[in-house]
């Protein structure tokens, strides 16, 4: 049962919040009426003298809630009703940054014509000019601009400026009002992005435009997180790319192949590689990044198809037996085949992915150059450097096909890695019990292939299972065909 004295409490509560409704009621009318687009209440309140500056719980005002709805005529009358264009709600947000997030040039003329101040940021350093630049209204732009706005400033957050946020949408219009305000082109991020870089990542061809005619460099390139910087700096191998990546590489790595042509008429070279690797290498694993839980393929932009765009690289003098300098994530994250000393071709190969052999063959690619550990295009393309069966890029059919193709140009069979591996190996990690077979009936010699590894497996160990990390993976019809491989021979 309860107390008495919880009557008593209860009773005084529902008094207080019955007096409470109604000295609520009697503010909160004004902004319930502009929630209602009530004109006629609005006029009648405020000439009852109502105080325009009363906020709800949250902080936001009838100025809030008239821009918030884009009421031109509701917020002149509370101005001159002397409302405060000035206030912030308990989120840092005023009036002037939702009338940018509206894109309304006319409720920030007249919000900065009564005193708002161009530069008084969200709490996390986003500035109304950020964020007219992200909503895309050039002239909504130039008139903070007009009024002062300090066309450099960067949040909190990442380090991005107004020019960023115009350029990663793509508003042409927005940026050239910035660039002829003279904002810094150059500016970074916190994560070592320029304007530019920004438009090449989302594909903005008409905003990369305006920014070389800018004087930006075309073969501007991101700068690595402060601690890769730092440790590469201190002659210290970080085992990541401590260099940036090219405009040119971005483009091709989100499959912006129209940008990157135009990119490379633009004077881009196609060789740059400071993060490691060209976009040659990187085309590879953008056309097949694998399968299964790896990431998909980017969406991209524009007509032009991935090979046409690796002929205009080459045609542009890109080297097509270019050597990879550092290690990558190439699609799928759980590939161990060494990418350093890797070749486009054997990348490629690797994916299984025939169109593109054949075209880097007709390019001139060398198809037997392998990579720092002795690993061949033939034995990439039999599946040395699978980590998950099922995962990488590639079907049985696809690396039956360009083993074949390898060997057909003179790949040596007998191959065996600085790790160890065989080709045999390789279908075994990979689980293709054809690509076993035509390997033994093609001269793959078993004194060669049938030896332990450096991990100390032999493709028969793989087959039956091995552990690697969590996973047991076993492939009854591989084992079967290295046995039948093993007696054959």
Same mark, same amino acid.
């Given at each position: ?188 991020? =916190?994560? #070592?992005? %320029?304007?530019? *870089?920004? !438009?090449? @990542?989302?594909?903005?061809? /008409?905003?990369?435009?305006? &920014? +070389? $005619? ?124 060494? =990418?350093? #000393?890797? %070749?486009?071709? *054997?990348? !490629?190969? @690797?994916?299984?992915?025939? /169109?593109?052999?054949?075209? &880097? +063959? $007709? ?127």
């Amino acid at each position: 049962m309860r107390q008495p004295g919880w009557i008593f409490r209860s009773l005084l509560m529902a008094v207080l919040l019955a007096g409470g409704t109604a000295v609520l009621s009697a503010q909160g009318r004004l902004i319930d009426a502009i929630k209602q687009h009530d004109s006629a209440s609005i006029r009648t309140l405020l000439q009852q003298h109502v105080d325009v500056n009363r906020a709800e719980p949250d902080g936001t005002t009838a100025l809030h809630w008239a821009v918030y709805q884009d009421d031109l005529s509701t917020a002149k009358l509370l101005i001159a009703s002397r409302a405060d264009v000035k206030i912030a709600n308990k989120q840092g947000v005023t009036p002037l940054s939702l009338a940018c997030t509206n894109r309304s040039p006319d409720m920030i003329d007249l919000l900065l014509q009564s005193g708002a101040d161009p530069n008084v940021a969200l709490p996390r350093g986003e500035t109304p000019l950020m964020t007219c630049a992200r909503t895309g209204n050039p002239s909504a732009v130039k008139l903070l601009l007009t009024h002062g706005a300090n066309v450099n400033a960067k949040e909190m957050w990442r380090g991005q400026t107004a020019l960023m946020w115009a350029a990663a949408e793509g508003h042409t219009d927005a940026v050239q009002a910035l660039i002829d305000a003279r904002a810094d082109v150059h500016a970074r991020s =916190n994560g #070592g992005l %320029t304007a530019l *870089l920004f !438009a090449v @990542r989302e594909g903005k061809g /008409d905003v990369v435009s305006a &920014l +070389l $005619k800018a004087g930006v460099d075309v073969n501007e390139a991101t700068l690595p997180p402060p601690n890769v910087r730092s440790r590469a700096a201190g002659g210290g191998d970080t085992g990541e790319a401590a260099g940036g990546t090219s405009a040119l590489v971005l483009a091709v790595a989100n499959a912006h192949f129209d940008l990157a042509s135009f990119l490379l008429d633009a004077g881009a070279d196609p060789n740059l590689a400071a993060q490691g690797w060209t976009a040659l290498h990187q085309i590879t694993w953008v056309r097949n990044p694998g399968q299964g839980d790896n990431p998909p393929a980017p969406e991209g932009s524009g007509n032009m198809d991935s090979l046409e765009l690796v002929e205009r690289l080459v045609k542009h003098g890109a080297n097509v037996n270019a050597r990879m300098t550092r290690k990558a994530v190439m699609g799928s994250p759980g590939t161990d085949l060494n =990418n350093i #000393g890797a %070749t486009p071709f *054997l990348l !490629a190969a @690797r994916a299984a992915d025939l /169109d593109l052999m054949r075209l &880097l +063959l $007709k390019l001139g690619a060398d198809p037997f150059l392998p990579n720092a550990d002795g690993t061949t295009p033939l034995l990439a393309a039999a599946g040395v450097g699978t980590h998950a069966p099922g995962e990488d890029a590639g079907s049985e059919s696809d690396a039956l096909e360009a083993v074949k193709l390898i060997h057909q140009l003179g790949g040596d069979i007998n191959t065996v890695d600085k790790n160890g591996d065989s080709a045999v190996h390789g279908a075994a990690y990979k689980q293709f019990p054809s690509v076993v077979r035509f390997l033994s009936k093609n001269g793959a010699k078993v004194d060669i292939w049938n030896k332990k590894n450096r991990l100390g497996w032999t493709p028969l160990n793989i087959s039956e299972g091995v552990q690697r990390g969590n996973n047991l993976r076993i492939s009854a019809p591989t084992a079967a065909a290295i046995r039948e491989a093993m007696n054959v021979n």
